[in-house]
């Protein structure tokens, strides 16, 4: 028996969903728990065996420390590295509406960049990400031959794949992190302490880390694609509570998640579609134009990253 299976089991019983990718389809431990991880825009889901995340959590630890003098650590030192060497979007963050000190940083650059068994971990969440998007798009009511047009290529290399750190500091009085939602399609995030709420109907859930799990939310291109469908999915709006500090004995807290949006090659997606099952596809949006919207009030004092 799986003894932290088994505990994650018993601390899904709080009524959110809880699953396990089992050759290529989402096992839900409630039988409807497909319809309810819709409706509610996330779901916990059993890490894949033999997943290593030593290397992601080394990096959430260590990439906002300066290198030590004489030596070399790979996990450290990564203030450096920002837009200006990366391009949009990547790099290095320091948030003054929030803790949060971040790093975004792309397939593209991942071998470049991260050490080697971060890149290999990257490589292997989102392999992990896309196949669970695969799993639900089979089970939504969207035609398998629309799903590149439809997901902006999110399912091929020539998707955006992105691996974000957040390292909360909590001697800065400031909010953990701003109300948002996810952009784009599938997010799997890396959670191991409390302080992630969700809201759901105007009021605010704490989603506490189960062990052995990963949370996986929908975000708005989903929402946006699926909202005239049978099987509408919604993207989860969530923030983190501010952070404490504490008597030293208890490391800061840290996140990191991977992303799957849309490409943001004009000539391989126009935007974000919606889909009707009578019409077909229709082109709302822009992506790029959209992702910065998301990213600007999400990160602003005076607004919130929703649509």
């Known amino acids: ?41 996330f779901f916990y ?31 450290r030192g990564y203030r450096g590295w920002t837009s200006e060497q990366l391009g949009p979007r990547q790099g290095y963050f320091c948030r003054d509406a929030d803790q949060t000190e971040q790093f975004f940083l792309t397939s593209t650059w991942w071998n470049r960049v991260y050490p080697v068994a971060l890149a290999r971990q990257a490589e292997a969440m989102r392999d992990f990400a896309l196949d669970i998007q ?34 909360f500091r909590p001697e800065v009085a400031a909010r953990g992190l701003n109300i948002h939602k996810d952009s784009g399609w599938v997010t799997v995030l890396r959670s191991t302490e409390a302080g992630l709420e969700v809201d ?14 990963f949370i996986v939310n929908f975000g708005c291109a989903m929402e946006i694609l699926t909202r005239s469908t ?59 134009d959209f992702l910065d919207d998301i990213l600007d009030n999400t990160y602003r004092h005076d607004t919130t990253g929703l649509y």
């Open 230 to 288: 049978a099987t509408p999915v919604a993207a989860v709006a969530h923030r983190v509570v501010r952070q404490t500090r504490h008597d030293g004995a208890k490391p800061d807290r840290f996140s990191y998640a991977l992303f799957v949006d849309s490409s943001l090659d004009n000539s391989v997606c126009p935007g974000l579609f919606s889909y009707d099952p009578r019409t077909g596809l229709q082109l709302e949006t822009g992506f790029g």
């Open 1 to 41: 028996m799986n003894t932290a299976w088994e505990q994650a089991r018993t601390a899904s019983r709080q009524g959110w969903q809880l699953a396990e990718l089992h050759h290529g389809g989402l096992a839900f431990t409630a039988e409807d728990g497909l319809r309810r991880a819709l409706e509610d825009g």
């Open 134 to 167: 695969r799993a639900v798009l089979a089970r939504l009511d969207l035609p398998r031959e629309l799903w590149h047009e439809a997901t902006g290529h999110s399912l091929t290399p020539r998707g955006t794949h992105t691996l974000t750190f957040n390292h």
């Open 200 to 213: 759901r109907d105007g009021d605010w859930y704490a989603i506490d880390p189960i062990p052995g799990t």
């Open 45 to 75: 889901v059993r890490r894949p065996a033999g997943l290593d995340l030593s290397a992601g959590d080394r990096f959430a630890r260590g990439f906002y420390l300066p290198a030590p003098r004489g030596h070399t650590d790979p996990y």
